[in-house]
């Protein structure tokens, strides 16, 4: 079984709704992480958090909101989706004891029409 | 701020040939260095490593070596397969009050039988 786990992997959706992507994990990381990935733009970081009750924006956090449920949840809502938030999300995990190598699940690929 | 700065692609090699991405970076500190490898559908899996200057991370074949006087860590092998065909990520963690990872934009590699 796959240790970072993302539902949906596909969604399309349209101007104004609410979504929300989920994301597990059982590698028992405290560290988990949201990225958003463009062609020619590499990955970007919308958020991330250290523990359950650690929260940081990333460099792309406008329009995105997080939730961390618990050590092995998190969760990237959209309150009301627009097209340029059409991408491909990833979620992630690091262990800092292992110089914070990112381990990801396979991303859940958006479009809001 | 950090920033990493990957050559651009596509890059197409046919089977057997030499491949170098270049990879440069900016940071404040003594980060740790990346190469990911993101294969059709998938999400982005660590390929090789180097957490110290002069230090070469290897896998499969691939190898890079830190490069503090150039700020480079460059990416080689010495013969690519078809199999190797992905979007190759340099990356950057530097521990600025909590690990953070610095993506470059990615370069894409075709490799043709």
């Known amino acids: 079984d796959a240790d970072v786990t993302q539902t949906p992997r596909n969604r399309i959706t349209k101007t104004g709704k609410r979504i929300m992507l989920e994301c597990s994990q059982t590698?028992?990381?405290?560290?988990m992480y949201w990225y958003r990935q463009d062609p020619g733009l590499g990955l970007r970081l919308i958020y991330y958090?250290?523990?359950?009750?650690?929260?940081n924006k990333g460099e792309i956090s406008d329009g995105y909101s997080v939730s961390r449920q618990a050590q092995a949840k998190f969760s990237l809502s959209l309150e009301s989706a627009i097209p340029n938030q059409t991408a491909l999300y990833f979620c992630?995990?690091?262990?800092?004891?292992?110089?914070?190598?990112?381990?990801f699940g396979p991303g859940t690929r958006l479009t809001v029409l | 701020g950090d920033s990493v700065t990957q050559m651009e692609g596509p890059v197409t090699l046919s089977e057997e040939a030499f491949l170098t991405i270049n990879c440069t970076y900016t940071?404040?500190?003594?980060?740790?260095l990346f190469w990911y490898v993101q294969y059709p559908g998938e999400g982005l899996q660590l390929l090789l490593k180097?957490?110290?200057?002069?230090d070469k991370g290897s896998n499969k074949g691939f190898e890079a070596t830190y490069r503090k006087e150039t700020t480079s860590f460059h990416l080689e092998k010495g013969s690519v397969q078809v199999s190797d065909s992905a979007v190759y990520f340099c990356?950057?963690?530097?521990?600025?009050?909590?690990?953070?990872?610095?993506f470059g934009a990615g370069t894409r590699l075709f490799v043709k039988a």
């Open positions: 992630a995990t690091s262990d800092p004891a292992i110089t914070d190598t990112q381990y």
């Open positions: 590698k028992g990381h405290d560290r």
């Open positions: 958090s250290f523990d359950v009750k650690d929260i």
């Open positions: 940071a404040t500190g003594y980060p740790s």
């Open positions: 180097a957490t110290k200057a002069d």
């Open positions: 990356a950057l963690s530097e521990n600025t009050g909590g690990f953070k990872t610095i």
